[in-house]
């Protein structure tokens, strides 16, 4: 069950401070009414977990959140009709953003500060940034996106959002994982250009020049080999179902991760953001 968060601190944020802005920096607004949105509530000490819910307007969304005071939102993908209590199976799934989600825990076989859901520190950190700055270089250059927004997740990861345009949102699940491999490889053999290595080698490899190394040169190339063994170990290790799936719900921007406290929120720089950035809820309400 999620660490509950005092409904009356909640009732505080969802009056005085939760807005939907940070979502609309990454949605289109007219299409709010479209959207899937999934909610966590607290009832009788158990988690209840509920989705295919959506709003006319953002005004009716702001009224529920600040009558039903849920624990956590999530926001998924359009739909026609609208999901208003009806299964998203038996609807016209219209679009969703292409998503990546980085969690630290995937890097926990080589984490060596400390292990699972609760830990994340600044020598751990690196292992998530970097694995962002390669997947939004990978994206701009490769596929010549360029409406990528960063998310944190409000406790250990984060999450890219591509809203394009709508050949962006309307790609099916097979496109979906096929730009996820790309990006993060599966299995120890695969093949991929000198330009992705070479961007590999610089973000994860701290190389910037890889020069053209002779044939008999066994001293270069060795060093290049242990180089990239380190690399391999730190590519991107994204959570694939979250990319092909659909139909996933991803937590909302601007909205609070229910166990930390913290804000889920928009990141200006990949480069320079820490965990320690997003404010908590009572910070907020402060």
Excluded at 1 to 19: G, Q
Excluded at 249 to 273: A, N
């Amino acid at each position: 069950m999620v660490r509950l968060i005092p409904i009356d601190i909640l009732e505080k944020f969802y009056k005085h401070v939760f807005s939907l802005a940070q979502l609309f920096k990454i949605i289109d607004p007219s299409t709010f009414h479209h959207r899937e949105f999934g909610f966590v509530f607290i009832k009788d000490d158990k988690e209840i977990f509920t989705r295919n819910r959506s709003f006319e307007t953002p005004d009716d969304f702001l009224r529920f959140v600040r009558s039903e005071i849920p624990q956590a939102i999530s926001v998924g993908g359009l739909y026609d009709p609208p999901p208003r209590g009806q299964s998203i199976t038996q609807l016209k799934w219209l679009g969703h953003e292409l998503i990546f989600d980085l969690d630290l825990t995937e890097y926990d076989d080589i984490r060596t500060c400390g292990k699972g859901k609760e830990h994340v520190c600044r020598q751990c950190w690196p292992l998530v940034r970097d694995s962002a700055i390669f997947i939004d270089e990978t994206l701009r250059e490769d596929f010549g996106f360029e409406k990528i927004t960063w998310v944190f997740s409000g406790r250990r990861g984060l999450h890219c959002w591509v809203s394009e345009s709508s050949e962006v949102m309307e790609l099916d699940e097979e496109a979906r994982e096929a730009i996820v491999e790309w990006i993060s490889p599966q299995g120890e053999n695969f093949r991929r250009p000198l330009y992705w290595q070479k961007r590999a080698l610089k973000i994860f490899g701290k190389v910037d020049q890889i020069g053209r190394i002779d044939v008999v040169d066994v001293t270069a190339k060795k060093k290049v080999a242990e180089i990239w063994k380190t690399v391999r170990k730190r590519l991107p290790r994204v959570d694939r179902q979250v990319t092909i799936d659909v139909n996933r719900l991803l937590r909302m921007p601007g909205s609070i991760h229910p166990t930390t406290g913290r804000l889920v929120t928009i990141v200006k720089d990949i480069q320079t953001f820490y965990v320690d950035d997003s404010p908590t809820i009572y910070e907020l309400i402060s």
